[in-house]
């Protein structure tokens, strides 16, 4: 019964993977023959200030949305965990933008950050004179600065939590009632029963997800930077180590270089699930208190 995944598993995964190692040792342009590089291409990486740009950006991108996907996806299944006129509503809502097509999404948030007609920026204007926000200020500009473009692809991952919104929403409707009767006869506030019961009971399924979007960050910003700010503003702010390997590889024609930058990317994958392991078994006795 399980040989249907073993050679999916075996087909899309670890033969993908053993090519990948294989072609991370030669040059290889797809119009002439692999030839062998050894560890060229992994030294030409550490020299690379367009690699360790694009480096540095999914680090912080993962270390700055990740939490915010499973906080902001957790506040939702909290809020709307309970039958309510309109919460079937807005479940729906939390969840629609995941439905929603990687490219038709990022054309629409071409279109809302657009600085001089995006529905974002008319809103920040309201209130203000001259193009200036209601405090003064100039809004951002998500297309042209970096900072606000670095910003700007975070927010767009916000609103794709809804699958963690729907795992997170299972388990606080599973979680058993009676424990939340006996909080109540004791008379326990709102933040007692959050630490000391919901988010105990709550802590494995967070801290799997948490390991689940750190590894998906790793993909999750190549259509926004693609289709939304192509690797830029000047120099090199939204490019990612997906984008970075796709440009190399089928832009640049550097099959071997891209395949080299796919193993580094393995490698983060695998040495954020193994830090996250390991701080999730050194503060699990936090939660028990």
Known sequence: MLTPYLVGLVGLVLVPALVTLGLSVTHYDLLRPPTWAGLDNFAALLEDPIFRVALLNSVVFALVAVPLRVLLAL?????????????????????????????????????????????????????GEHGLTALGRTPPQWLTDPTSARAGIILMSLFTMG????????????????????????????????????????????????????????????????????????????????????????????????AAATLVMMLLTVAAVLVQWRLIRRYRRFFQV
């Open 163 to 258: 699958e963690t919104f729907v795992v997170l929403l299972a388990a606080r409707r599973a979680l058993p009632r009676d424990v939340y009767e006996m909080a109540a006869i004791e008379d326990a506030t709102g933040w007692d029963v959050f630490r000391r019961i919901t988010l105990p009971l709550m802590a494995p399924v967070l801290a799997l997800l948490a390991v689940r979007d750190a590894v998906a960050s790793l993909h999750f910003t190549f259509v926004p930077a693609f289709v939304v700010t192509d690797g830029g503003p000047p120099p090199y702010a939204t490019t990612y180590l997906s984008l970075f390997v796709y440009q190399t590889g089928f832009e640049y024609l550097r099959y071997g270089y891209a």
């Open 75 to 127: 506040g939702l299944a909290l809020l709307l965990h309970r039958r309510a006129r309109g919460v079937g509503t807005a479940r729906t809502a939390a969840l629609l933008p995941t439905a929603v097509p990687e490219i038709a999404y990022g054309l629409l948030w071409l279109w809302l950050f657009n600085p001089l007609y995006g529905p974002i920026n008319q809103l920040l204007r309201a209130g």
